[in-house]
């Protein structure tokens, strides 16, 4: 059964960093592509990052595109997310993601499994 552990998640001021991680197991990680989606109070998931199974290709949303940087360490099947330069929009519930199918990278709906999400809270 396919697991995935968000952590890392928490209070943080806007302009600052957090670093969020997620541990995948029941699953050949190597072989996915990997993403983080995010959704906010009152509006749908959405997509924020992906990245390609080898981690050699990265994909963002407009919306973080140079803030965010997405990770993966197939030896330790983490996926990760460093978020810099948080604004207040960014607050939100974080989704670690796999996609076994070949959906676009850029669509939340591409992905079929997800953990529970972890809290990001961005104060002004």
């Known amino acids: 059964q396919v697991q995935l552990v968000e952590s890392g998640g928490g209070l943080v001021q806007a302009g600052g960093s957090l670093r969020l991680s997620c541990a995948a197991s029941g699953l050949t990680f190597d072989s996915f592509v990997m993403g983080w989606l995010r959704q906010a109070p009152g509006k749908e998931r959405e997509f924020v990052a992906g990245?390609?199974?080898?981690?050699?290709?990265?994909y963002y949303a407009d919306s973080v595109k140079g803030r965010f940087a997405i990770s993966r360490d197939n030896a330790r099947n983490t996926l990760y997310l460093q978020m810099n330069s948080v604004k207040t929009e960014d607050t939100a519930v974080y989704y670690c993601?796999?996609?076994?199918?070949?959906?676009?990278?850029?669509?939340?709906?591409?992905?079929?499994?997800w953990g529970q999400g972890t809290q990001v809270t961005v104060s002004s």
């Open positions: 993601a796999v996609r076994y199918t070949s959906g676009s990278v850029y669509r939340s709906t591409s992905y079929d499994t």
């Open positions: 990245i390609s199974s080898s981690g050699g290709s990265q």
